[in-house]
């Protein structure tokens, strides 16, 4: 593992540490609650479909959040890359490289994001709209 990835990782895992932190209390899912008495275990909340709808909820909230904690570490080594070039047209060319490709990547994602959510705010009644999976 080269240096850069090194500490390109080291500062990923201390700025996504807040996404970790402020998890809810009861998990990914509120369901399957595991009870243990004398003999055996016994799920007293058992999962539902919906519990599936909220799995996915999350799962999208947590990608759309680490997408940005990314895309806001890819900026700021681009910047670092732009900043120590010293007027080199290669090394300048390469962080413009890296800005535009991130830039797209970012809004990719979140371009996907919103063409769901139009279409689902379009096409769904109320009653479906909760119990949607996007962001709310």
């Not at 990782?9 to 609650?33: H, M, Q």
């Not at 070039?85 to 535009?100: L, P, Q």
């Not at 139009?118 to 009644?125: A, C, G, H, I, T």
């Not at 009653?127 to 999976?133: G, I, L, N, P, T």
Request: glycine content about 6%.
């Amino acid at each position: 593992m080269s240096a850069k990835s090194l500490i390109f990782f080291s500062l990923f895992l201390a700025l996504s540490a807040p996404v970790f932190v402020f998890a809810t209390p009861p998990g990914l899912v509120p369901c399957g609650t595991i009870t243990d008495t004398a003999d055996n275990l016994k799920v007293s909340n058992p999962c539902k479909f919906n519990d599936i709808i909220t799995l996915v909820q999350k799962s999208i909230n947590f990608l759309i959040q680490l997408g940005v904690i990314l895309a806001a570490l890819g900026f700021a080594y681009a910047g670092f890359l732009y900043i120590t070039a010293m007027g080199s047209e290669e090394k300048i060319r390469h962080a413009h490289s890296i800005f535009i490709k991130i830039f797209w990547g970012f809004v990719f994602m979140l371009s996907a994001w919103l063409i769901v959510k139009v279409l689902e705010d379009s096409f769904l009644s109320a009653e479906q709209k909760a119990r949607s999976f996007l962001i709310r």
